[in-house]
Each structure stands twice: as structure tokens, then as C-alpha cells.
């Protein structure tokens, strides 16, 4: 999952895949039961750190970003 890239724009704030190597296995992996997971997660936290550095809420995230809900 390191080099999936379905946005098309880029923000500063992006992880490069440098640093989501080394972020990528402290996350856990998808259990054998639930739903399977259909968002990138390397996206999700790409969103956080853009709502971090912009001060905005989850609602007013572009929408190159997985939905708010996630």
C-alpha cells in the first residue's frame, strides 16, 4: 500500500514514502472479520496532518482527502 496514489493534486503536507515507510508498521492491519477496508490509510493520515497544519475542521478537507466520515 506504500505507493498507491489515487489523489491528483499533492499537498505540502503529504507524507513522502520515506516517512510512510517508517509510519506504515505501527499501524495495525485489517482484521480477518469485519468490513474490508476500502481507504487508503496512508490518505487518512495525509489528512490529518492537513488538518493540522491548515487549523480547518474535518468538513472543510478537500476533496482529494477519503471522506470526513472516515
Known amino acids: 500500500m506504500a505507493d498507491i496514489r489515487k489523489k491528483q493534486k ?4 503529504d ?3 520515506a516517512e510512510w515507510l517508517l509510519i ?3 499501524i495495525p492491519t485489517a482484521g480477518r472479520r469485519g468490513r474490508p477496508r476500502k481507504t487508503d490509510l496512508r490518505e487518512v493520515v495525509n ?3 492537513y488538518l493540522v497544519r491548515s ?3 474535518w468538513e472543510m ?3 482529494e ?5 472516515t
Open 47 to 49: 489528512a490529518l496532518r
Open 10 to 13: 499533492r499537498y505540502p503536507t
Open 24 to 26: 506504515e508498521p505501527l
Open 15 to 17: 507524507l513522502t514514502d
Open 61 to 63: 478537507l478537500p476533496k
Open 65 to 69: 482527502f477519503p471522506p470526513w466520515q
Open 55 to 57: 487549523g480547518w475542521g
